[in-house]
C-alpha cells in the first residue's frame, strides 16, 4: 500500500467515523436525560437526509438543511411527547421493544414516501470529483464540511451543557431527577428537549453526510449499532469520548477492507461492539466503578 | 404437567385435525401451505418465548439461528462434492453414506451430503455457535443484551448476504426434499401438502409438550426464578449463568430446526430470513402473546404469520410488525392473551396509573 | 473446628472501608448474632459469607472448606441457605412455588427429563412439594400455599423467605434481619421459630435490630461499628461491654 492510499484510508475512515460519532453523541444526550437507549436514533439521521434531498428540490440548500433539521427535531419532541412521556416507570425491557418498533415504523414510513432508492444532496461545494490539497493528500471538500460541521456541533453542544440554563437544567437533570424536580426544573420538559435535540443533531449529520454515503430508507440500523458501539467504546453517556471512539472505529472500519471483503464491513465493526461489550462494557475510556453504577 | 395443560394440548392437537379436514372439505387446501409456514415461524416462538417470557432475557438475534440452521442445511445438501470426490475426506464421508449421487432439475449428477446428516450437523453447529455467542452475551442486561443478540444477528445477516457460496443476495435454491422416513417427506410438492401439514404441526405439538412440561418442572421454577429476582434464585443454588445459557441454546435449536425445515418445504433460503426484521417480528408477536405465555405466542404467531404469509398485509407488512409493538408495549405491556385483559384496558382510562413491572 | 470461620475479611467500595479485618467463629448448633447501628456494614458482611460480594482480603471457611471468592450458588450448594435485609421473593410465583425453588439443590433433573417429565422427574416433584409443604406447615403458613407471594403480608412475606431459605435444608441459616417490620406479636413469633430451628440442628447467623430479641434467643453475639468488630461475647457480656454501651447510647439509633 502506498502512502496516498494508506491517507485515503484515514480520511474515508474519519468521514464516517465523524457520523458514528454524531449518532453516538445522540444517543448519548438521550441516555444521560431518561437512562433510556433510543433504537431509533439512526432513523433520526435518515429522515434528515431524505427530508433535505426533498426539500432541496425547491428550496437552496442551506435552506433545506436547515428545514429539515428543524422538522426531524419536531419529529423527535413529537415521538418524546407521544410514545414516553406518559409512561410511569416504564421497565427497560419495554422502553428497548418501544424505540424498536418506532425506529420499523420511521423506517416504513419513509419506504412509503420515498421508495427504496438511494438518495443524495450535491456535494455543499464543488462537486464528487473536486478535491482540496492539504498537506500533500487530496482531500474531498464534503469531507472539510462534514468534520467543520461536526466540530462546530460538538462546540456548540458543549457550550450549550455548560453555559446555558437549558443545558444545566439538563445536566441536573441526568445527575439526579429527583432532585433536580425539587429545585423547580420540569425534568419532562427537558427529557422532550432531549429527544428533539437528539433528532436535531442526528439530522443535520444526516445531511452533511448523505452525499458522500448517500441516504436510503434502511440506512438507519447499521447507523444506530455502530453509534450504540461507538457510545459503548466512549462509556455509556461521555459525548467527548465518543468523538475519539467514532474516529478510531471509522479508521479501524476502513483498513478492514484490507483483510476482509468490504461486504463483511459491519461483520468487522459489530464484532468490536461484541468483544467490548463482553471485556470492558463501561468503554475505553469510562470507570469501571462509574458504569457499575449505573442502572441497565 | 398439570391436566389444565394436558387439555390444551388436546385441543391444540384436535384444532390442527378440525384445521385440515375444513379445508379438504371446502375445497381451500392451499391454505395449508400458509399454514405449514407460520407453523415453522411458530416453532421459532415457542422457543423465543421460553427464553424472553420465562427466562426473561430478550434476543434480537433469533432469525440468525433460524438462518444458520436453513443456510447449513441448504448448503450441504445442494454444494456438489464431485470434483473433491477423490480426496480422502469426501471418499470417507461417501463410504459412510452420509453422501449421496443425485440428480439436479436438469439432470446433471451431483454428489451432496444427504438431508439427514445435514440437518444434524446443521441443529449441532446452531448448538456449538449458541453457547460460544450466549456465554458472554448473556452476562448483559437491559440494553446491552438487547444491542448484542441484535449485533449478532445483524453479523448473521452480513455474512448471508455477503458471502457467495451462500447464494449472497439470492441465497441457495434447488434444495431437495427431506425425506424424514420412507413415508414421511419434508417438501413443496402439490401431493405432499397435507402430509407436509402435519409434519409442521407434529412439530409444533412436540415443542409445546415438551416446552410445558419444562415450565412446570424443577428447571422451569428455576428459570421463572432467575427471571423474577436473579440474586434470590442464586443463593437457593440455581446456577443462573448455566440456566439462561442453556435455554439459550435450546431456543436456538428450536430456531434452527425450524429452519432447517422450512427450507428444505420452500426448497430455499434466502438472507431475509436472517434479518433484523424477522428477528423483530419474532420478539413482536412473543410480546403480543403475553410474554410468558406459551399459548399466547403459539395463537399470536400462527395467527399473525399466516396473515403476513397470505399478503393481507399487503406493503404495510414491517410496518404492522412495528406498530403492534408500539401499541401493545404503550398501553397493554402484559399482552393481548391474556385472563386480565379487562382489567389492563381499564387502566388506560384517564386518571388511573397502571402498574409496571420490573 | 467450627462450622463457619471468619478471618481477616475485609471489604472497601470506593473510599468506604465496609468491612474492616473482621474475624469470628460460629460454632455448630448455636445462634450468632450481628448487631450494630445502620452503615455498620452488617449486610455487607453476610454479602461477603454468601459469595454475593467477594472479599479484598481475608478467609471464610465453612464446613473446613475455603468459600471466599466462590459464587453465591456455590456457597448455597456447601450448605449455606440466606435471606434478604429487604425481601426478595419471586413475583408472578404462588408461595409454594417460591418455596419449592428452595428444593432446588435437592433436586436431579435436568432440561432433558424435565421435558420429557421422566416418571423419576414427577416423583422427584411431587416429594418437593410435599416437603415444601411440610415447611410451610412448620412455620403456620400451609394455608397460603396457592397465593401469590407478592400479595402476602409483610409478616407472610417474610415467613415465606424464611420457609424457602429452609427449604434448602442449609447447615447454616443466615438472616437478615427477620423482625424488620413486623409488628410485636410477629416478632415474639418469629424469635420463638428461629429457637425452634435451631433445636432442629440448623446453625444460625443473624443480623437484628431488635436488641430484646437477640439477647433473648443468641448464645453469642457480635458487635460491629464503622466496620470494625467492637465486641464478640455471650449476651450478658455484651450487655455490660462499655464500648457497646457508648455506641448505642451514643444517639445511633439502632
Ligand atoms: N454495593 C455497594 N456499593 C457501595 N457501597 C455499599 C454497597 N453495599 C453497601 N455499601 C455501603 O457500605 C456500608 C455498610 O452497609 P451495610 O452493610 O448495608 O450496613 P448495615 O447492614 O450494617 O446497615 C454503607 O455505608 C453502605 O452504603
Ligand atoms: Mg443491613
Redesign the interface.
Known sequence: MNVDLFFQYIVAGITYGTIYAVVAIGFNIIYNATGIINFAQGEFVMLGGMTAVSLHRFLPLPSAVLAAVLITMIVGALIEVLFIRWLHKPSVLRMIIITIGLSILIREIALHIWGEGVKALPYFTGTSVSSIKLGGVFVSPQVIWVVGISAVMVALLSFFFNYTIAGRQMRACSANREAARLCGINAKNMVTLSFALSAAIGALGGCIVSPITYVQYDSGTPLAIKGFTVAILGGLGNSFAAVAAGLLLGILESFSIWVMPAAYKDVIAISILLVILFVRPSGLFGSREAASMKEF | ?RSSAHLALFGLIAAVIAVQQITAHTGSGYYLTQLTMSAYYSLVIVGLCLLMGYAGQ?S?GHAGFFAIGGYISAFLTTHDLTPLKDTVFVAFLNKTGILWAREDLYGGQLLTVQPWPACIAAVLFTVVVAYIVGG??L??????L???T???G??VY??A???TALG?ADGLSDVPPFKLTPFLEVSGEMSARVQNYYIAWGLVILAVF??L??IH??????L??IH??Q??????????AKYKL?IFA?SAVFASVAGVFLTHYNGGIGPSEAS??KS?RY??IV?VGGM?NLWGALVMGTLLNFLSLRGYLG??D??V??????VI??FI?RGLLHTDILRDLRALLPGK??E??? | MALLEVKDVRKRFGGLQAVDTVSFAVAEGTIKALIGPNGAGKTTLFNLISGFVSPDGGAISFRERQVQGLRPYQVAAAGMARTFQHIRLFPKMSSLENVMVGRHLHGRSGFLASMLSLPRTRREELKAKDKAMELMDFLGIAGLAGTEATSLSYGQQRLVELARALACEPRLLLLDEPAAGLNMRETAEMASVISKIRDMGITILIVEHDVSLVMNISDEIIVLNYGRKVADDVPLAIQKNEDVIRIYLGGDDA
Open positions: 404437567m430478550i434480537l458472554p452475551v452476562k448483559l442486561k437491559g440494553h446491552y438487547a444491542m448484542a441484535l449485533g449478532f445483524t453479523i452480513r455474512i448476504l455477503g458471502t449472497a415438551l416446552s412440561n419444562l418442572s424443577r428447571i422451569g421454577r428455576a421463572r426464578a423474577a429476582a440474586d434470590a434464585a442464586d443463593a437457593m443454588g440455581i446456577d443462573t442453556n435450546l433484523i426484521m423483530v420478539v413482536a410480546a410468558a406493503s404495510y414491517d410496518a410488525f412495528g406498530g403492534i409493538l408500539i408495549m404503550l405491556p396509573a397502571g409496571e413491572d420490573a
